[in-house]
């Protein structure tokens, strides 16, 4: 079956949503989502969205900061551009319906994180991403140019690939068609159409056996455009949040937001010594990758499973209006947050490379942009300032509804395109060898391509991959298509391009600590 738009969103959090509402108005637009629509990374995010809004914050502060945490590798145009377009775009979300907290005198009740040297974080109590989700949920449901496809999984971009034509790796005449999805609840492959298409699928964390994202996060886009010779870049930076809760067994680990931090509280070790400051003059509000460093650092020499955050010192009742979330949750597993300090472990959180962009969020294969976490746009560098990645998202899907306005209809639809071809893959495959060898891949990330790494640790991480891809394209020749087989695929795909691109960096930088390349003026040794 075939279906033709004007415009296909892969993906329906904050990046794809807001440009799917901003298009609309010009086309048919189709928003294709592999669970429902709000079950995206965006619906957890907790802190906030970084914005400057009023002084004694600047524009060159905001920068600044952002150039700081990216340890030299941010696009410094970029970073003046997202900063500047920032305030802008947080107007449209309000207009969407989203609320942020304000004080009583109407202005922002900004939040602080760690790496900002203001107060400039909007935030919705402490489920900022799930008020944003709500609003831009509600916009697309009832648009009458948008038809939503829940429960339908992209497989593969539709290029000229698939019309049989030989496409080079880095080939700039390489186009998008559209898109293979797999319907989840029918199991048929549809071919899904388009002038121009937004690949928005969000991060990766399900690489890594604790991660603070839901399960939608393998990697798909990057995959996908990978596997059609698209450009991918900075994939070794995966950056790993301080603070989840430790509780093991619990999958997505749940996220204690750095906001806290921000609000006073203090990470102490087991023995209760606080312990960032002989890591960093700025303590626990040291950028994430100093502070995830540093805990696991702690971990590795004590032995300790986790370090605490402590907010008992803290105001109760302003603790449990700021976090309202964060005090329940704790609750239910028995920590009562005004009195108990909370035990936390880092979690990997954030991928800051993935897809190619340009500045208006064009990837490197024509007629596909890409926005959100799975883009790179130069932005973060070698490290994401907190609560610059929902900002990020919203910037660039607004430049690449722009010109995807300008440009669209230049492009018809290609109309010789083969039906998603399965003949000869007609057998399900035993569960037990996907999840098997998913939980190797996490075992192995986690192990050898985590918060420290080492030459021989990535060699042997590739090695150990290495024969799991073998394996897994074997079986995706032979079976029928199913949801965990294309997430394992992808997420090897993805995988590998991080081992590969974590070894060729010969330098720590960022989030990618090599101690084969010990960092110039690190006050400790790390494990
Ligand atoms: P997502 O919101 O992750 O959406 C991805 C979409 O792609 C989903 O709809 C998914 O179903 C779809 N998809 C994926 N693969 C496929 C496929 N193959 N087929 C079909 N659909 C597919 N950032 C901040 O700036 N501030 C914060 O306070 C903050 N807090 C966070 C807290 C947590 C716990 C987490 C996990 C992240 C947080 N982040 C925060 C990061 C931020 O939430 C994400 O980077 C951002 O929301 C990503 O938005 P997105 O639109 O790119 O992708
Ligand atoms: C948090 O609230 O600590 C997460 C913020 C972010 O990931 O940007």
Same mark, same amino acid.
């Given at each position: ?243 989840? $809760? *430790?509780?093991? +067994? #619990?999958?997505? /680990?749940?996220?204690?937001?750095? !906001?806290? =931090?921000?609000?006073?509280?203090? @990470? ?99 007629? $596909? *942009?890409?926005? +959100? #976490?799975?883009? /790179?746009?130069?932005?973060?560098? !070698?490290? =994401?300032?907190?609560?610059?990645? @929902? ?103 993805? +995988? ?32």
């Amino acid at each position: 079956m075939k279906k033709y738009y004007d415009f296909l969103v892969i993906g329906s959090g904050l990046a794809g949503l807001s440009y799917a509402l901003k298009v609309a108005p010009h086309g048919k637009v189709a928003i294709i989502s592999k669970t429902k629509l709000e079950e995206t990374n965006t619906s957890y995010a907790q802190g906030g969205i970084a914005a400057v809004t009023h002084k004694p914050d600047s524009y060159n502060k905001h920068i600044q900061d952002t150039l700081t945490a990216g340890d030299g590798l941010c696009d410094e145009d970029i970073v003046r551009l997202v900063v500047e377009e920032a305030p802008g775009q947080i107007d449209e979300l309000i207009r969407w319906g989203a609320q942020f907290d304000r004080e009583n005198d109407g202005r922002f009740d900004l939040a602080r994180e760690g790496g900002h040297s203001e107060h400039r974080i909007l935030h919705h109590k402490d489920n900022t991403g799930s008020e944003i989700q709500r609003a831009l949920s509600r916009q697309a449901r009832v648009h009458k140019n948008i038809d939503i496809f829940q429960e339908f999984f992209a497989v593969d971009i539709i290029t000229q690939h698939h019309l049989g034509k030989l496409v080079k790796r880095a080939h700039t005449d390489t186009e998008c068609y559209g898109v293979y999805a797999f319907d989840l609840k029918k199991h048929e492959t549809i071919t899904i159409l388009s002038r121009v298409s937004l690949i928005a699928t969000g991060g990766t964390g399900n690489l890594y056996s604790t991660t603070t994202n839901p399960p939608i996060a393998t990697g798909d886009g990057i995959a996908m455009v990978y596997r059609a010779k698209g450009t991918v870049e900075n994939m070794e930076f995966v950056q790993f949040h301080p603070t989840a $809760l *430790y509780h093991p +067994g #619990e999958r997505p /680990s749940f996220l204690i937001t750095e !906001a806290m =931090r921000g609000f006073g509280a203090i @990470l102490e070790n087991q023995r209760g010594v606080q312990f960032m400051d002989k890591y960093d003059q700025r303590g626990s509000l040291a950028p994430r990758d100093i502070v995830a460093r540093a805990i696991d650092n702690e971990l590795k020499v004590s032995g300790d499973e986790f370090v605490y955050l402590n907010c008992t010192h803290l105001e109760a009742k302003a603790l449990k209006e700021h976090f309202p979330t964060i005090y329940k949750k704790c609750q239910s597993v028995g920590i009562d947050i005004t009195r108990n300090k909370i035990p936390v472990v880092p979690a990997a959180h954030y991928l800051c490379g993935g897809i190619k962009v340009n500045n208006w969020g064009k990837t490197w294969i024509n007629r $596909l *942009y890409a926005a +959100g #976490e799975t883009a /790179s746009t130069g932005l973060h560098g !070698a490290n =994401r300032l907190a609560s610059n990645s @929902l900002i990020e998202a919203i910037v660039f899907a607004d430049r690449a509804a722009k010109d995807s306005i300008q440009v669209y209809k230049n492009f018809d639809h290609q109309d010789n395109i083969p039906d998603w071809n399965d003949e000869g893959t007609r057998h399900p495959e035993e569960m037990v060898l996907i999840t098997q060898n998913f939980k190797e891949v996490q075992q192995i990330f986690t192990n050898y391509v985590g918060i420290v790494r080492s030459n021989l640790r990535l060699h042997r991480a590739l090695v150990r991959l290495e024969i799991i891809y073998m394996e897994t394209e074997e079986l995706f020749k032979k079976s029928t298509l199913s949801k965990p087989l294309c997430e394992l695929r992808n997420i090897i795909n993805v +995988g590998y391009l991080i081992i590969k691109m974590a070894q060729q960096r010969t330098e720590s930088k960022g989030l990618h600590y090599n101690v084969d390349f010990p960092k110039a003026g690190e006050p400790l040794r790390l494990v």
